[in-house]
């Protein structure tokens, strides 16, 4: 995988033009697609599931990063493999079992996530480290678009960064929340290898040119 990249999330884009966003997507700078999961339960909202997810992975050209805000996630893993997904992420909050999920996803195919909420500390993961592909770091509360970026992720980046070296693990870390041109450079800065932008690149005038200028900012 490469370093620096962006990752537009399809849960700000205009469902009512799904088809159009993903080919603006495939056609711009971006590296992969960027899919929320919420089930209502585990955060307050719900977007969208497997029906959604079949119709984008038809038209996607590059991977989809599908984060996973449900609780349970483990009922659901094989499916998502057999949909086309290439990285799955589970919250470490959602899974009392991780070692057994992340190996679970694996065994599909997909690349292991793990997503942590802005509570929770990166020293839960210093023995699955080494087992895990990406961390999204929560740089806002999951469950909503739209929010404004936590200030303490800087320091949690640069915190996860140490225990991913110190355990020469190959872990990628991704965040997701209130990503802007304004903190995109210094979250790379701190460790951050991929950023997640959802309102800031859908809701901008030229979304393309958005994405250019985001992968300029962090190259």
């Not at 971006?30 to 497997?50: E, K, Q, R, T, Y």
């Not at 996630?73 to 079992?97: M, N, Q, R, S, W």
């Not at 693990?169 to 991929?194: P, S, Y």
Request: hydrophobic share 40%; with cysteine.
């Amino acid at each position: 995988m490469n370093k620096s990249m962006i990752a537009p999330s399809l849960l700000a884009s205009d469902f009512a033009n799904l088809q159009h966003e993903i080919e603006m997507v495939n056609q711009s700078d971006a590296d992969w697609f960027h899919l929320d999961v919420m089930d209502g339960v585990f955060v307050p909202n719900i977007s969208f599931g497997m029906p959604v997810i079949q119709a984008i992975a038809k038209h996607a050209k590059k991977p989809l990063d599908t984060h996973l805000m449900i609780v349970d996630p483990d009922k659901y893993i094989k499916t998502f493999g057999e949909l086309g997904v290439d990285h799955l992420t589970v919250h470490y909050e959602a899974c009392p079992h991780l070692h057994r999920t992340l190996q679970a996803i694996k065994a599909e195919g997909m690349k292991a996530g793990v997503a942590i909420n802005p509570h929770t500390s990166i020293n839960l993961l210093e023995d699955t480290i080494q087992d895990i592909d990406i961390v999204i770091v929560m740089s806002v509360n999951p469950g909503f678009g739209g929010q404004s970026f936590i200030e303490n992720t800087y320091q949690k980046v640069a915190d996860l960064k140490e225990l991913i070296n110190r355990k020469n693990a190959n872990t990628l870390i991704e965040i997701d929340g209130g990503v802007n041109a304004g903190n995109a450079k210094k979250l790379i800065d701190h460790g951050a290898d991929v950023l997640v932008a959802g309102s800031f690149v859908f809701k901008s005038g030229d979304p393309t040119e958005t994405i250019k200028k985001l992968k300029e900012e962090i190259a």
